[in-house]
Structure formats: structure tokens, C-alpha cells
């Protein structure tokens, strides 16, 4: 069965630290992995969208990683601020004659000033 | 650029009633798509839209029902609400298909009593 976990459920930090949210997925035909920033009462934004040949793919402070052979993910955010108070949601994108979007729970960030 | 929108925000429904929920985005992408998001669990599809005049169902099709009359619109009817559907719905967009980024209108919050 395709799958996505992520881990922490939930984490605070204080303003100006780095964190590491973690992703592991169980998806097959892989076609690309993707993070969303989800604001409280808005609907997700795209950061990354990396595919079966990408390592590492930046946007500004977020940094993304990808293991294909083990299946797993990363979003280290840098310098963390206010603004980064957000729900973090990895998901795969995989294709059986058409592209299903396998979506995780999220890992909710709460920086703290 | 309004990007996609979606009305109304917020909506309290009681049991067997209906209603539709509007979504137009102004990017001219092909792709649509209806999601719903409940606490600790990831979006899940509820039907998609290849293109005007064509929709499929997705992962939670059931007590809803979509049509595609323009490229612009895409709206989500309950046809008998039931507090199960008590949940935030989101619409996206995507240039060409499910594989692309997708674009997310802010949501709509709907309580079932």
C-alpha cells in the first residue's frame, strides 16, 4: 500500500534555530516527492518538487533532501522565524496510468520568539 | 493574479441539505482537482478534472458529485450533507496534470450539524 510518514508529529523550536523534518515513503512507481507549507487556515504552497535524480533542492532557508534508495526525505529550515509557524506536508507523486498524489499527515512547526 | 478561488470560506450545513462549493482559478490550467482534509490525516482526493467537459473520482468520491462545464470552474456539490463530511475541502489547480505543482485555493471550512 502506498504510503507517507513523517516525523515529528509536532515540534517547537525557538526563533532563529535550524530544524529537520523527516519523511518516509512506501510509493511505487515513484515519479517526483514534493513539500508543502500549509499557514493555520490556508490552503497548502508548494517549496519543492524533486524528482527520482535530485539530492538536494533549495528555496531560500528550506532546503530539501532526497534518498531514492531509501526511500526517504528531509526539510531542514535555517535560521527558523516566526513566519515558519506552519504545518510542513511531504507527498509522492506516483503513476499507475495516471498520477496519484499519496499526501502525509504533516509535521506542525511552532517557532517560538 | 487571483490564482484559485474559492467560496464561501466558512459554512454550516444541516443534516440533508445541500449545497455547492464554487471554485474558478484564472491560470487557464487544465487540471482541477477537489480535496478534503480532517485533523491527523492527509488531503485526500475527491474527484479530479482533466480538462473541461471530463471528471473522474478520486480516493473519497462518494456524497459528491462535480462538473466541468468551462476551464475556469470547478465546483463540488454535496448532494445530502451528513456530519461525516464535517471537514476543510480544497480546491486545486495544475498546468497539465496531477504531476505538475499544484495551486491551492484557501479552503472551505464545512460543519455538518
Known amino acids: 500500500k502506498n504510503q507517507v510518514e513523517q516525523s515529528p508529529q509536532s515540534l517547537i523550536i525557538l526563533e532563529g534555530k535550524n530544524c529537520t523534518l523527516q519523511?518516509?515513503?512506501?510509493?511505487?512507481?515513484?515519479?517526483?516527492l514534493r513539500w508543502y507549507k500549509q499557514d493555520t487556515g490556508r490552503g497548502p504552497v508548494s517549496l519543492t518538487i524533486?524528482?527520482?535524480s535530485e539530492n538536494t533542492k533549495s528555496n531560500g532557508r528550506y532546503t530539501a533532501t532526497l534518498d531514492a534508495d531509501t526511500k526517504q526525505s528531509s526539510l531542514h529550515i535555517t535560521a527558523s522565524q516566526l513566519s515558519d509557524s506552519a504545518s510542513y506536508i511531504c507527498?509522492?507523486?506516483?503513476?499507475?496510468?495516471?498520477?496519484?498524489?499519496?499526501w502525509g499527515a504533516g509535521t506542525k512547526l511552532i517557532i517560538k520568539p | 493574479n487571483a490564482g484559485v478561488t474559492q467560496t464561501p470560506k466558512f459554512q454550516v450545513l444541516k443534516t440533508g441539505q445541500s449545497m455547492t462549493l464554487q471554485c474558478a482559478q484564472d491560470m487557464n490550467h487544465e487540471y482541477m482537482s477537489w480535496y478534503r482534509q480532517d485533523p491527523g490525516m492527509g488531503l485526500r482526493l475527491i474527484h479530479y478534472?482533466?480538462?473541461?467537459?471530463?471528471?473522474d473520482q478520486g480516493e473519497v468520491p462518494n456524497g459528491y458529485n462535480v462538473s466541468r462545464s468551462t476551464t475556469e470552474d470547478f465546483p463540488l456539490r454535496l448532494l445530502s450533507a451528513a456530519p461525516s463530511q464535517t471537514s476543510v475541502y480544497f480546491c486545486a489547480s495544475s498546468y497539465m496534470d496531477g504531476n505538475t505543482e499544484a495551486f491551492f485555493g484557501q479552503g472551505t471550512r464545512l460543519t455538518v450539524v
Open positions: 524533486m524528482t527520482f
Open positions: 519523511c518516509n515513503y512506501t510509493v511505487s512507481p515513484f515519479s517526483n
Open positions: 507527498v509522492v507523486s506516483a503513476y499507475n496510468s495516471n498520477y496519484q498524489l499519496i
Open positions: 478534472s482533466v480538462g473541461a467537459g471530463i471528471t
